[in-house]
């Protein structure tokens, strides 16, 4: 922007005070919220916050606001709007977590408020916090047998929890006595309030510094900044269309084989369109998507590849979105999402696939599932036995890029904000006991440039009684995939040794609801992310290095990338290369790899079976999708995953 030029009448420097000032009074917020809020979920950063304007359109969004929440809060306040038009007041707050309405899923409730300059309504703030439990079947409020939302949690609807600035008590302890910790619920009320009240504050701040329209024009000039600069850069790439499908494992409900998302992607002029036509019908589970969800899932995606913009409004115009009715991607009341976050990572994962052809310097692989961990029952170690929720996810890895690998143990693309829960703060407040968090080795995807490295989690279950265990989860079957002739990376899910017992038994990455006794033992891995680039291409040298650094074993290290290692010094974990064992091995493995991927899958069943061949031989050099838990072929799931691994990786073989 040039000195001279004008922004709705604000001159340069004003503009960018305003624009700055905006996002800062939303990080304010955040800070509000972790000081004063009740929840460890929150604490962790399950939550973002948003400026509106008078209409309900997003003007900032915070600086480490998860990407799940964004591209919604916008339909959520406009919702309000409607609810309440001609009916607000200076101190109103309002609740929703409607997802029907434009939410995610009813864990997020939003608190919203109108924000007045005298007697004129200019703005309003959002804040959005995941609470740990709604009600519901199960504790934590997901339950992946739900077919429908009645099973699933209390639905919010707009409604007022302060009036005028005064508490409405019996509309929060209503709200509140629907849940498994209503405690930590009021607490989390009043968190929320006052971190819209602290965006209230600020805007007020500016306009006594620089009057009511400058700031007004100011909120509405930022989103014409994005748009206009968005406009130009799609403008100038290339008119076109692309398209690809990715997975949901399966639909609990019906018979074996994965669930599509099909996206196409077409830019032409200065404006892109997706068309999610050919994308599966809603689901017998929590895993569908309703449109407000789905919307931010390409938001997100999209903007992962423009990261230098601020996130408001102006960026939403530039794009429109077709969805089939009911639909996986545009589910409508009552069907359940609960479990949205699993096609919003498939969507987020394809946009980034796409937009990776287009600007192939910022390419990127696939980048693992977000997962939850759900165990709930009552704590005996205290005499009231209350009632505990010990509510986890993990890091992972993100997809190797175009001359990059991965990263590393990193918070899940579903929300980059998000925090790795402190165990010890678990263990304060749950009696869960954590004896293993650790890097998994061999979870990165094979390529020229590895996927990131996930991690492994092993917990027990101390004093408890009346608990249960659920987990949601997705990539068991639809395992993370590589790009660029890269390897997928390993197959998520969950097993646990029952106390007593001396072997593991699989429950898979899809349950709810499952008894659990003190002593049980229970552990699950993140996978990695995909590989980009064929592995026999790596440096060797790379190669020994990630071995030294446990990121790869020895015996992967020849399997998926051909390089023979030598130990000089196992103590010190030094290996030297065996460079001419090196060229035989990745010759053979050349020769051989294609007509491993058409093996006939009961073969590779068999030997999987009998210990011949391990999961991660079956995925990466057959292309073969199992039952990991007693090694039985699924062969519609196979034949899908096949298809995505010949188009993805195998094509870009020499």
């Not at 950063?45 to 964004?70: M, P």
């Not at 996986?328 to 699993?342: D, E, K, R, Y």
């Not at 395992?479 to 997928?488: E, M, Q």
Request: proline content about 5%.
């Amino acid at each position: 922007m040039n000195n001279g030029d004008k922004l709705d009448g604000l001159d340069p420097v004003t503009f960018e005070v305003l624009k700055n000032s905006f996002i800062t009074s939303v990080d304010q917020m955040a800070e509000q919220m972790l000081r004063t809020c009740y929840s460890f979920v929150i604490y962790n950063r399950d939550f973002s916050n948003g400026l509106h304007d008078a209409e309900g359109n997003s003007v900032a969004q915070g600086t480490q606001d998860i990407a799940v929440h964004v591209g919604t809060l916008h339909f959520t306040c406009k919702e309000v709007i409607r609810a309440f038009e001609g009916d607000m007041l200076p101190g109103d707050v309002y609740a929703i977590n409607d997802p029907y309405a434009g939410g995610t899923h009813f864990s997020d409730v939003r608190l919203i408020r109108p924000i007045f300059d005298e007697d004129e309504l200019i703005g309003f703030s959002q804040s959005n916090g995941h609470w740990s439990d709604l009600g519901g079947s199960v504790p934590g409020s997901f339950d992946v047998s739900a077919k429908d939302m009645f099973r699933e949690a209390l639905r919010i609807t707009p409604v007022r929890l302060f009036n005028g600035g005064r508490f409405c008590s019996d509309v929060a302890n209503l709200i509140a006595a629907n849940t498994r910790d209503p405690r930590s619920i009021i607490g989390d009320i009043h968190a929320q309030a006052q971190a819209t009240h602290v965006a209230e504050r600020d805007l007020l701040r500016l306009v006594k510094k620089y009057g009511r329209k400058t700031v007004t024009s100011g909120m509405a000039a930022v989103q014409d900044y994005v748009e206009r600069a968005m406009r130009q850069r799609i403008a100038a790439l290339p008119d076109g269309t692309w398209e690809t499908v990715d997975y949901i494992d399966r639909d609990p409900a019906a018979g074996e084989g994965m669930i599509p998302i099909h996206i196409k992607m077409t830019i032409k002029g200065d404006k892109v369109y997706y068309d999610f036509s050919g994308s599966h019908a809603t689901i017998g589970s929590i895993y569908n998507s309703a449109p407000g969800a789905t919307f931010s899932a390409v938001a997100a995606g999209m903007k992962t590849f423009f990261p230098d913009l601020p996130l408001n409004s102006g960026f939403y115009r530039i794009f429109e979105i077709v969805s089939p009715e009911n639909s996986i991607v545009s589910a409508q009341w009552p069907v359940a999402v609960t479990g949205f976050l699993m096609p919003f990572e498939k969507i987020m994962n394809s946009i980034f696939e796409m937009w990776s052809k287009i600007i192939p310097e910022r390419a990127i692989s696939c980048s693992f599932n977000l997962e939850y961990l759900l165990t709930g029952g009552h704590d005996l170690r205290h005499a009231e036995k209350p009632i505990f929720m010990f509510y986890d996810w993990l890091p992972g890895g993100w997809g190797g890029r175009n001359g990059l690998d991965g990263c590393n143990a990193t918070t899940a693309c579903f929300g980059t904000g998000l925090m790795a829960q402190p165990v010890e703060g678990q263990e304060r407040v749950n009696p869960v006991l954590t004896t293993r968090f650790e890097i998994k080795q061999d979870s990165a995807g094979p390529g020229k440039f590895r996927g990131g490295v996930g991690v492994e989690k092993t917990s027990i279950l101390l004093e408890a009684e009346k608990s249960v265990i659920s987990y949601i989860c997705d990539r068991e079957r639809a395992v993370v995939w590589g790009t660029n002739g890269g390897l997928p990376s390993m197959p998520h899910g969950l097993t646990i040794r029952r106390a007593g017992e001396e072997r593991d038994e699989w429950l898979g990455s899809v349950f709810s609801d499952v008894p659990l006794r003190t002593g049980d033992i229970f552990s699950r891995p993140t996978a990695g992310g995909g590989g980009f680039g064929d592995p026999l291409d790596r440096d060797p040298e790379m190669v020994r290095e990630d071995v030294e650094n446990d990121y790869v074993s020895v015996d992967r290290a020849r399997k998926d990338y051909g390089v023979v290692l030598t130990v000089a010094d196992a103590d010190l974990a030094e290996y030297a290369i065996d460079i001419e064992a090196t060229e035989r091995e990745r010759a053979s493995l050349r020769a051989e790899r294609r007509a491993r991927t058409a093996t006939d899958p009961a073969i590779v069943s068999e030997m999987y079976k009998s210990g011949k061949i391990d999961v991660l031989d079956v995925i990466r050099h057959y292309a073969v999708i199992l039952d990991w838990g007693n090694g039985a072929e699924l062969p519609e799931t196979t034949r899908q995953f096949r298809e995505m691994h010949e188009k993805r990786t195998v094509s870009h073989w020499k």
